[in-house]
């Protein structure tokens, strides 16, 4: 029982990280354009030498 003294905010603190860095990727525009990755993959234009 000890140790749900140190799992508890342990686990609690690495929710926050992650929920901080969900925000910070959404403040930062990292889910702006979905479709562009998908479309460019499909793109010949890294073909140039022929």
Same mark, same amino acid.
């Given at each position: 029982?000890? +140790?749900? +003294?140190? !799992? +508890?905010?342990?686990? *609690? @603190? !690495? =929710? *926050? @990280? =992650? *929920? #901080?860095? $969900? +925000?910070?990727?959404?403040?930062? =525009?990292? $889910?702006?354009?979905?479709? #562009?990755? @998908?479309?460019?993959?499909?793109? %010949? %234009?890294?073909?140039? =030498?022929?």
């Amino acid at each position: 029982m000890n +140790v749900l +003294v140190y !799992l +508890v905010p342990l686990a *609690l @603190a !690495l =929710g *926050l @990280a =992650g *929920l #901080g860095a $969900f +925000v910070w990727s959404m403040k930062a =525009g990292q $889910f702006e354009d979905l479709e #562009g990755a @998908a479309h460019r993959i499909l793109d %010949d %234009d890294d073909i140039k =030498g022929r």
